[in-house]
């Protein structure tokens, strides 16, 4: 038995369009930490982005709902829960996805309180949500990529699809894929075929986020690895590969379709595993990522080429999801994951 136990706040849910997610990841994260070691205090934020009681948040993490129920009230945060931050808590355990908790905007708000956090700071946070800072960050760094257009709201009208079509279809050409500059687990992806799909995705991206990356379609296979340290001390995970049935790895592939198929290990060669492990340092070291953060490559080995897709720094964290799977094929279990994990923020300076 420990002498001391670290108090954690364990942060879930919010306004995102992954908000389902993390409630699944808060959960298997509960499970997992050692009570010997850790007070756990839930912490849920509904999707109109209220903090709910200790009690009611409670509630929800040991049922059975898929989203934290939503309340109208004028205070965003309940009597006792910034009281509790500012006084007994040594750690925020931020397990939010997408905008207004995998942005910077969440790290904001606890930098400001002076809370200690899991994972990577504002900047680097903001950076590896921006799908489109992310990318112009790369290609400063050399790091290898898919071809890729930004394309802004203000800039696009449905008048001129065919003119913005053509020119992208010239610069990356079919099919192409369009998504939202600021979401994950793959929501709001379309694959382009034609002008009729163009403006159908462009359309459907731009209800996410308003501004959006177009990018080329890339032959070869999906791989991820997981990334875990500090600047200076970087730990790189095996690499797994993703084999879905459907025409990418989109949001039904990574939490619904059973058929999807998880190969960790993934078989590949000496100098393809070392390149991967490289670039996933590089990556990490170019947008600044602290603690965590799950690189997403395209291999294609016959034509000797490795491009980093994206990062993520604040990835799904369900017993089933690729990050603590790739780890634990690395030799370090879920629990001792988190224990990695918690100990890189306490070391954090304020």
């Keep these: 038995m420990f002498e001391s136990k670290i108090n954690i706040a364990l942060f879930f849910g919010g306004r995102s369009a992954e908000h389902e997610v993390s409630l ?44 934290v129920p939503e309340v109208e009230r004028t205070n965003v945060l309940p009597e006792g829960i910034l009281n509790l931050l500012e006084n007994k808590i040594d750690l925020v355990f931020p397990v939010l996805h997408g905008p207004f908790g995998e942005d910077g905007k969440i790290q904001g708000f606890l930098d400001v309180l002076n809370i200690k956090y899991v994972g990577c700071n504002l900047r680097a946070s903001a950076v590896g949500m921006d799908k489109a800072y992310m990318k112009q960050i790369f ?70 986020d308003k501004k959006l990356i177009l990018e080329s379609n890339v032959e070869g296979r999906e791989l991820e690895s997981a990334v875990l340290g500090s600047e200076k001390d970087i730990k790189v995970s095996a690499a797994g590969e993703i084999i879905s049935t459907h025409d990418f790895y989109d949001y039904q592939a990574k939490y619904e379709d059973q058929s999807t198929e998880l190969i960790i290990p993934a078989k590949l060669s000496p100098a393809a595993k070392a390149k991967i492990r490289n670039l996933s340092v590089q990556a990490f070291r170019a947008v600044g990522a602290e603690g965590i ?58």
């Design 139 to 208: 290609a400063y760094n050399g790091i290898p990529q898919s071809k890729f257009e930004i394309l802004k709201k203000m800039d696009y009208s449905q008048q001129k699809s065919s003119n913005f079509f053509n020119e992208f279809a010239k610069n990356l050409g079919l099919p192409f894929f369009i998504k939202p500059a600021n979401m994950g687990s793959s929501i709001g992806i379309s694959r382009v075929n034609d002008l009729q799909s163009f403006a159908r995705a462009v359309n459907e991206a731009f209800e996410f």
């Design 293 to 350: 953060s799950r690189l997403d490559f395209f291999v294609n080995e016959e034509q000797d080429q490795i491009l980093v897709n994206e990062i993520n720094t604040m990835p799904g964290f369900t017993k089933f999801s690729m990050y603590p799977l790739l780890f634990e094929e690395s030799g370090i279990s879920y629990s001792e994951l988190l224990d990695n994990l918690i100990e890189l923020a306490l070391k954090k300076d304020k």
């Design 24 to 67: 699944l990841s808060a959960r298997s994260i509960f499970q997992a930490l050692n009570q010997d070691k850790y007070n756990i205090f839930p912490i849920a934020i509904s999707k109109n982005g209220y903090f709910r009681s200790l009690a009611v948040s409670k509630k929800i993490l040991f049922g059975e709902d898929k989203r």
